[in-house]
Nanobody, 126 residues
Framework: QVQVVESGGGSVQAGGSLRLSCRAS????????IAWFRQGAGKEREGVGA????????YFHLSVKGRFTISQDNANDTLYMDMNNLKPEDAAIYYC???????????????????WGQGTQVTVSS
Protein backbone atom coordinates (compact mmCIF):
# COMPACT_ATOMS: atom_id res chain seq x y z
CA GLN A 1 0.00 0.00 0.00
CA VAL A 2 1.48 3.30 -1.10
CA GLN A 3 1.69 5.99 1.52
CA VAL A 4 2.82 9.58 1.15
CA VAL A 5 3.56 11.74 4.16
CA GLU A 6 4.54 15.41 4.15
CA SER A 7 6.10 17.40 6.93
CA GLY A 8 7.86 20.68 7.49
CA GLY A 9 5.23 23.36 7.13
CA GLY A 10 5.16 26.34 9.42
CA SER A 11 4.98 30.10 9.69
CA VAL A 12 7.58 32.51 8.39
CA GLN A 13 7.85 36.14 7.53
CA ALA A 14 8.08 37.25 3.93
CA GLY A 15 11.57 36.66 2.64
CA GLY A 16 12.07 33.66 4.89
CA SER A 17 12.65 30.02 4.04
CA LEU A 18 11.08 26.67 4.79
CA ARG A 19 11.87 23.09 3.87
CA LEU A 20 9.09 20.62 3.17
CA SER A 21 9.67 16.89 3.24
CA CYS A 22 7.79 14.14 1.45
CA ARG A 23 8.36 10.52 2.27
CA ALA A 24 6.82 7.78 0.19
CA SER A 25 6.59 4.11 1.05
CA UNK A 26 5.05 0.99 -0.38
CA UNK A 27 5.77 1.86 -3.99
CA UNK A 28 6.73 -0.80 -6.51
CA UNK A 29 8.83 1.11 -9.03
CA UNK A 30 11.75 3.47 -8.54
CA UNK A 31 10.69 5.53 -11.58
CA UNK A 32 8.12 7.91 -10.24
CA UNK A 33 6.89 11.43 -10.60
CA ILE A 34 6.70 13.17 -7.25
CA ALA A 35 5.04 16.56 -7.26
CA TRP A 36 4.14 19.35 -4.93
CA PHE A 37 0.78 21.05 -5.17
CA ARG A 38 -0.62 23.86 -3.08
CA GLN A 39 -4.04 25.17 -2.33
CA GLY A 40 -4.53 28.63 -0.94
CA ALA A 41 -7.71 29.76 0.76
CA GLY A 42 -10.50 29.93 -1.78
CA LYS A 43 -8.23 28.85 -4.60
CA GLU A 44 -7.84 25.84 -6.83
CA ARG A 45 -5.10 23.34 -6.12
CA GLU A 46 -2.15 24.16 -8.34
CA GLY A 47 1.05 22.37 -9.23
CA VAL A 48 4.19 23.97 -7.85
CA GLY A 49 6.97 21.63 -8.85
CA ALA A 50 7.78 18.04 -9.65
CA UNK A 51 10.68 15.68 -10.08
CA UNK A 52 11.03 12.48 -12.05
CA UNK A 53 13.00 10.15 -9.80
CA UNK A 54 14.40 8.17 -12.72
CA UNK A 55 16.47 11.09 -14.00
CA UNK A 56 16.27 13.71 -11.30
CA UNK A 57 14.86 16.23 -13.78
CA UNK A 58 12.79 18.83 -11.98
CA TYR A 59 10.07 21.20 -13.11
CA PHE A 60 8.84 24.35 -11.41
CA HIS A 61 5.87 26.58 -11.95
CA LEU A 62 6.88 30.01 -13.14
CA SER A 63 5.63 31.59 -9.93
CA VAL A 64 8.24 29.76 -7.84
CA LYS A 65 11.05 29.20 -10.33
CA GLY A 66 14.34 30.43 -8.95
CA ARG A 67 13.01 30.42 -5.38
CA PHE A 68 12.06 26.77 -4.83
CA THR A 69 14.28 23.73 -5.34
CA ILE A 70 13.60 20.01 -5.10
CA SER A 71 16.10 17.40 -4.02
CA GLN A 72 16.05 13.67 -3.38
CA ASP A 73 17.46 11.66 -0.51
CA ASN A 74 17.22 8.20 -2.02
CA ALA A 75 18.69 6.48 1.02
CA ASN A 76 15.73 7.66 3.07
CA ASP A 77 13.06 7.66 0.34
CA THR A 78 12.53 11.32 1.04
CA LEU A 79 12.01 14.29 -1.24
CA TYR A 80 12.67 17.81 -0.09
CA MET A 81 11.38 21.09 -1.39
CA ASP A 82 13.34 24.10 -0.21
CA MET A 83 11.33 27.28 -0.43
CA ASN A 84 13.30 30.51 -0.29
CA ASN A 85 12.32 34.16 -0.43
CA LEU A 86 8.78 33.23 0.50
CA LYS A 87 6.01 35.65 -0.36
CA PRO A 88 2.57 36.06 1.20
CA GLU A 89 1.06 34.61 -1.96
CA ASP A 90 2.95 31.36 -1.30
CA ALA A 91 0.81 30.75 1.78
CA ALA A 92 -1.23 27.60 1.28
CA ILE A 93 -1.63 24.00 2.24
CA TYR A 94 1.08 22.11 0.41
CA TYR A 95 0.48 18.57 -0.75
CA CYS A 96 2.92 15.96 -1.96
CA UNK A 97 1.62 13.65 -4.67
CA UNK A 98 3.12 10.65 -6.38
CA UNK A 99 2.50 8.34 -9.26
CA UNK A 100 4.49 6.05 -11.48
CA UNK A 101 6.20 7.10 -14.68
CA UNK A 102 7.30 10.39 -16.16
CA UNK A 103 5.93 13.73 -15.08
CA UNK A 104 3.42 15.48 -17.27
CA UNK A 105 4.23 19.10 -16.57
CA UNK A 106 2.24 20.88 -19.24
CA UNK A 107 0.81 21.73 -16.75
CA UNK A 108 0.94 19.60 -13.63
CA UNK A 109 -2.55 18.19 -13.09
CA UNK A 110 -3.85 16.82 -9.84
CA UNK A 111 -5.81 14.18 -11.75
CA UNK A 112 -2.54 12.58 -12.88
CA UNK A 113 -1.65 11.55 -9.33
CA UNK A 114 -3.25 8.72 -7.38
CA UNK A 115 -1.25 8.96 -4.18
CA TRP A 116 -1.45 12.00 -1.96
CA GLY A 117 -0.23 13.11 1.40
CA GLN A 118 -2.40 14.81 3.98
CA GLY A 119 -1.01 18.28 3.39
CA THR A 120 1.05 20.67 5.47
CA GLN A 121 0.27 24.32 6.16
CA VAL A 122 2.60 27.09 5.09
CA THR A 123 1.88 30.58 6.41
CA VAL A 124 3.78 33.64 5.22
CA SER A 125 3.25 36.95 6.94
CA SER A 126 4.09 40.27 5.34
Amino acid sequence: QVQVVESGGGSVQAGGSLRLSCRASGYTSSNRCIAWFRQGAGKEREGVGAIYTGSGNAYFHLSVKGRFTISQDNANDTLYMDMNNLKPEDAAIYYCAMDYGHCNTAPLRKGDFRYWGQGTQVTVSS
